[in-house]
């Protein structure tokens, strides 16, 4: 039901739009949408998109409103990004009416049809909606598509210290991990979890699990701290003794060590230094 919520959303925007609506603006005179929720625009998307652009051209225009001299892009601000790096002089666009709240809202239901924004950029579009428009949760879903739930929760992630919520920008955290960590009232102890989940690539339900456990966790991260200072020790000793380079790999009390030779009869020298020397 969320999608043909949020499809109505779009075509509305742009229903109705005829060729004779469309013109070439000058991208000097376009100006990004100020109210638009996506603070990230990674420059690998924006390369890929330019090149379809370069190879297809613009299939479908941009949606702007008229700002004085200038344009600000209702819908559409990654083609614009994208020209832009192209170096393109202008891009077609349609002029269409709409005021601070139309712009915001479809700024939202775009990034959220299209599933590229992150779930921080999400809230703090919906935060947006509720504080500078005095929207409800349920008025907000309403216009987006979604649950009040899903406002109400997405919300939430904005109560985050800003180096988790960075994490979770950055797909490092997930959402199921996020609403674990708002379950611990302690900051310091639900910073060091969220960079514990990330550095060990711990699961959702992991996590859940040790979020009880921040004292044992630690210690064992002491613990791995020593265990891994005596594997360095272990390979020093070994490319002394063995006067080769020596890898070992160790994790969880597993692992393998390799021994490097140089030639047939380094290998022979290897086979004596570990007894071995009367293999056929």
Known sequence: MSKKV????????????????IRNVPLSQIKPNPYQPRKQFTEEELKELSQSI???????????????????????ERRFRASQMLQLKDIPAVVKTANDLAMLEYAIIENVQRENLNPIDEAGGYKELQEKFHLTHEQIGNKV??????????IR??????HIRNLISQKKLSMGHAKILLSI???SRRIYLADYAVKNEISVRELETMTGKAPEIKQQKKTKAKREMHVEKIVEKLCEKMNRKVDMK????KGKIILDFYSDDDLHNLLEKLGLKNID
């Open 54 to 76: 370069k190879e297809n051209g613009i299939i479908q225009p941009i949606i702007v409103r008229k700002a004085g001299e200038n344009f600000e892009i209702i819908a559409g």
């Open 250 to 253: 160790y994790k969880k009390g």
């Open 145 to 154: 598509g979604k649950s009040r739930s899903h406002i109400t929760n997405i």
């Open 157 to 162: 992630l904005l109560e985050l210290e800003m």
């Open 185 to 187: 009232k302690d900051k």
């Open 6 to 21: 949020l499809g109505r959303g779009l075509e509305s925007l742009i229903s109705g739009i005829e060729q004779s609506q």
